[in-house]
């Protein structure tokens, strides 16, 4: 049918143009965002790109859902705004009949972002959270660059070895600043290496001093060594807990605690929300050409910022305990549904009572 196969058509170019331009803009500031993470340490910065495709694919759904809604809205405004929409409707097509080929375009995209949701979403977020701790997770040892002053895991000390360090586990030219209790230790030498004895690995610094500071007695100890040695503590990579966005939807219903419940209505919500935001996208843009589509692209913008954090809300609303899950998408998503049912009637009314008249009995005073 050529009403279903043009409304199609349209609706997929504007799907794809959307798509790529957000997809663009998202991965820029994502981008951004990650070099920023790996310059404060927070990043393995030879894992930059790794992390960067983690999430542009846990955030995928958002951009979905977005595309779809936007390339709709865009349509159904064209088509109003062209007197196109007035042309259908004359000829007996009214906005309901719009629903067929929007979801024969869309139902794919639905289930997708439901997927995406469901199993995408805390599967980045895993790859995510096992890089991130891996990093900062690691010994002190492996922290130290030359050249750098690096951090240790605890935060407590400061390291520091010059360029000219002859390989990996030698270093000339050591500093390291360190601070227990009320006491400030700075320890400089010459040159350090690392010793393993018996399976523990050792800081052994040579021709150096040490400068203890206790602000609080107002004490400074200097003292000269020839050769000191201490044993590193290497933090070791011991499985940490999995938050709730990184945990499968099945895992979350099996451990029904107020943050795993808020997290999946969180997910089944994202799906709910883009299958109404579709119907929205439908029902709201209703353009007079002689007043413009301004106003209808801008009540079509609110209503899906407004409902999408609504959605983001609930997520705090079921962990709080405020709200039960069941209860709150029902009461938060079948309103919504509703509402763009009703929406979608009163458009078909024009049509109704169109119609009504032309098939509607002989008006009074007619011949008999």
Request: aromatic share 10%; charged share 20%.
């Amino acid at each position: 049918m050529l009403f279903h196969s043009s409304f199609r058509n349209e609706l997929g170019r504007y799907f794809w143009a959307t798509l790529v331009v957000l997809v663009t803009i998202v991965m820029t500031v994502m981008l951004i965002r990650t070099l920023g993470q790996a310059s404060g340490g927070k990043v393995d910065p030879q894992e930059v790109s790794l992390v960067l495709a983690y999430t542009m694919l846990a955030n995928v759904h958002t951009l979905l859902t977005m595309s779809l809604y936007i390339a709709t809205v865009a349509t159904m405004s064209r088509m109003y705004t062209d007197s196109e929409m007035v042309i259908w409707q004359s000829s007996g097509q009214s906005t309901t009949r719009l629903l067929r080929p929007a979801l024969r375009f869309a139902w794919p995209w639905l289930l997708t972002i439901l997927g995406l949701a469901m199993c995408a979403w805390p599967w980045s977020n895993s790859q995510i959270l096992e890089m991130r701790e891996r990093y900062e997770k690691r010994g002190d040892l492996e922290r130290i660059k030359t050249g750098e002053f690096q951090e240790s895991a605890n935060g407590k000390r400061v390291f520091f070895i010059d360029k000219n360090s002859p390989s990996e586990k030698q270093g000339s030219r050591v500093f390291i600043f360190s601070e227990e209790k009320d006491t400030q230790s700075i320890i400089t030498s010459q040159t350090g290496f690392i010793d393993t004895r018996e399976g523990e690995r050792f800081l052994v610094l040579n021709h150096g001093q040490r400068v203890d500071i206790n602000p609080s007695k107002e004490e400074i100890k200097v003292i000269a060594f020839e050769s000191h040695g201490s044993r590193v503590e290497s933090t070791p990579l011991a499985a940490s807990e999995v938050e709730a966005q990184a945990t499968q939807a099945w895992d979350l219903w099996r451990n029904p605690t107020p943050i795993n419940l808020s997290e999946l209505t969180w997910r089944i919500g994202l799906g709910l929300a883009s299958f109404n935001l579709l119907l929205l996208a439908i029902a709201i843009p209703f353009i007079n050409p002689r007043t413009g589509r301004s106003g209808s692209l801008i009540m079509a913008m609110i209503t899906f910022f407004i409902y999408y954090n609504l959605v983001n809300l609930s997520r705090t609303w079921v962990a709080s305990g405020e709200y039960a899950m069941v209860p709150l998408l029902v009461g938060m998503h079948l309103p919504v549904f509703v509402l763009a049912v009703l929406i979608l009637y009163g458009r078909q009314q024009p049509s109704l009572f169109r119609r009504a008249r032309q098939v509607g009995p002989p008006a009074l005073g007619g011949q008999s």
